[in-house]
């Protein structure tokens, strides 16, 4: 399995990203995937996650503000984030347990400045 996440950068608190993960190796429309994060010196934290049929769940501190999504036909995974806050600042990661196995995506960073 591989997980390619992409989308992150730098924006203003306030503002919007999308990150994305294109998956490979796997049957990505039966899977569930999540997305987590990591800030510095902190330990990696469950953002949101999403089921093969398209439910969802937040982390509270994201909730309301950010929508995590799937796109079957393309084998992506998404994580809109809106109204961000410095204390989003952290690499985000996706990744799914593919036939007992947990994989992980190399890591976008975002960096949401005040």
């Known amino acids: 399995v591989q997980l390619q996440a992409s989308g992150g950068g730098l924006v203003r608190a306030g503002g919007s990203l999308r990150l994305s993960c294109k998956a490979s190796g796997m049957n990505f429309r039966i899977n569930a995937m999540a997305w987590y994060r990591q800030a510095p010196g902190n330990q990696r934290e469950l953002v949101a996650t999403?089921?093969?049929?398209?439910?969802?769940n937040y982390t509270n501190s994201v909730k309301g503000r950010f929508t995590i999504s799937r796109d079957n036909a393309r084998n992506t995974v998404y994580l809109q984030m809106n109204s961000l806050k410095p204390d989003d600042t952290a690499v985000y990661y996706c990744t799914t347990d593919w036939r007992g196995v947990q994989s992980w995506g190399r890591g976008t960073l975002v960096t949401v400045s005040s």
């Open positions: 999403i089921s093969s049929a398209g439910s969802t």
